[in-house]
């Protein structure tokens, strides 16, 4: 009997262990966005687009500032945009929008506070699926 106990005892030990690994593993992955948010560009009627998205495994809570400076031959510009948002998982989330001269310098500043957390998704991404 005693063996019965000692191999329940340790079956039950391992599963315990898992169980903490996986507890561990999605607590925190919790809330980031996949490390898949930035910005997305590009082109509509002779225009430059640039919007700011995330997508995310799980479902986002937050608030985003979206800025931009941008300067060309026919003068510059500074946009800020922002709020909150609510992000669905698994669905590429729009969060700020510019339309910009082609061919115009531009620097964005984008970033996402979510879950508790903040991101900085300044980086330009080809697409986020």
């Known amino acids: 009997m005693t063996t019965s106990i000692k191999t329940i005892s340790a079956i039950g030990l391992l599963g315990f262990g898992l169980a903490a690994i996986v507890a561990t593993t999605s607590l925190a ?3 980031a966005p996949s490390d898949t948010c930035g910005y997305v560009t590009s082109t509509q009627n002779g225009m430059l687009v640039i919007e700011g998205a995330v997508l995310s495994a799980v479902p986002l809570q937050g608030s985003y500032t979206f800025r931009l400076q941008s300067s060309s031959g026919g003068g510059s510009s500074n946009i800020s945009q922002g709020g909150n948002f609510t992000a669905i998982a698994n669905q590429q989330t729009a969060l700020g ?7 115009s310098n531009y620097k964005v500043d984008f970033s996402v506070s979510a879950n508790g957390q903040a991101f900085d998704c300044n980086q330009e991404v080809a697409n986020l699926r």
């Open 29 to 31: 992955n919790a809330g």
């Open 97 to 103: 929008k510019v339309m910009i001269n082609a061919g």
